[in-house]
């Protein structure tokens, strides 16, 4: 898989424009401001709940799981981030115990607020995990990796992966 990486002074020259407006969200990669965290977004493969799926990677080797699902009334695309969940059945409570983040997530695009793509949509010029950063600085996970660097709640996009 290769990436397609523009740097961030690019980015907010809109200079990305074209290179990246094809971009499909399930192909889309983002970092925050400061460069301390990054989304990758990967294909959800046959879920009849989850919209997107991603991974975010803190820092350098924390690496946390993600998936988006839309709830009802109103309809609103609501993320949960984890950090090594069990696999197969598990119980609520352990999934609550390696829940880093969850909430709703924004897209930002040419200056409009709106509500995150589904996967075969465009992919927007920023997203915004709304209350992110507080939660994962929080974490049991964030802490035992030493990390001192907060990342931000809003996601400008950094590539394309093809």
């Given amino acids: ?14 200079l990305a424009g074209p290179a990246l407006a094809a971009c499909p969200i399930e192909l889309a990669t983002y970092a925050d401001g400061d460069s301390v965290a990054a989304v990758e977004f990967t294909p959800v493969v046959e879920s009849a709940a989850v919209t997107n799926r991603f ?23 609501f993320a949960q981030l984890t950090h090594q969940c069990p696999d197969g059945d598990v119980t609520g409570a352990e999934i609550e115990a390696c829940t880093v983040w969850e909430g ?6 040419k200056g409009t607020l709106g509500l995150m793509p589904v996967e075969g949509k465009p992919a927007p010029e920023q997203l915004l995990f709304a209350g992110l950063g507080h939660d994962v600085v929080r974490h049991a996970s964030y802490r035992a990796a030493g990390l001192d660097a907060v990342p931000w709640d809003l996601f400008s996009m950094s590539g394309c992966q093809e």
């Fill in 1 to 14: 898989m290769r990436f397609i990486r523009l740097p961030a002074a690019a980015l907010a020259a809109g």
């Fill in 55 to 77: 991974r975010m990677l803190v820092g350098e080797g924390l690496v946390y799981d993600g998936i988006v699902m839309w709830t009802e009334a109103p309809e609103r695309p």
């Fill in 104 to 109: 709703p997530v924004y897209s930002l695009d």
